[in-house]
Nanobody
Framework: QVALVESGGGLVQAGGSLRLSCAAS????????MYWFRQVPGKEREFVLG????????RYADSVKGRFSISRDNAKNTVSLQMNSLKPEDTAVYYC???????????????????WGKGTLVTVSS
């Protein structure tokens, strides 16, 4: 079992930056590919970014390329999401997720994930 806890959400103005963190406990996070998803009311949870087990390969949704980045620290069991140039349409609950498959997927489905955090709300004001 893996427990994931997100932090760092909040209110930010458009154009601003925010950094989210995901702390993992239980079985070592290094065994999992890690993703960030986001969800707004009435819509499906959507893939944002992913990082493979070593941190050497990342995947991004087109909507966040050039603005968001993902990193991980396996020694500290954390995954981070750096969000820059935020837009009002980035407003959502952001979720950290763990995937025990071998290869990182370029656009994974939420149903493929093995573990989820409870999410952290990011609100971008215009």
């Amino acid at each position: 079992q893996v427990a994931l806890v997100e932090s760092g959400g909040g209110l930010v103005q458009a154009g601003g930056s925010l950094r989210l963190s995901c702390a993992a406990s239980g079985r070592t996070k290094a065994n999992y590919i890690m993703y960030w998803f986001r969800q707004v009311p009435g819509k499906e949870r959507e893939f944002v970014l992913g990082i493979d087990r070593s941190g050497g390969t990342t995947r991004y949704a087109d909507s966040v390329k050039g603005r968001f980045s993902i990193s991980r620290d396996n020694a500290k069991n954390t995954v981070s999401l750096q969000m820059n140039s935020l837009k009002p349409e980035d407003t959502a609950v952001y979720y950290c997720a763990a995937d025990n498959r071998v290869v990182i997927h370029p656009s994974p489905s939420a149903s493929d994930m093995n573990y989820w955090g409870k999410g952290t709300l990011v609100t971008v004001s215009s």
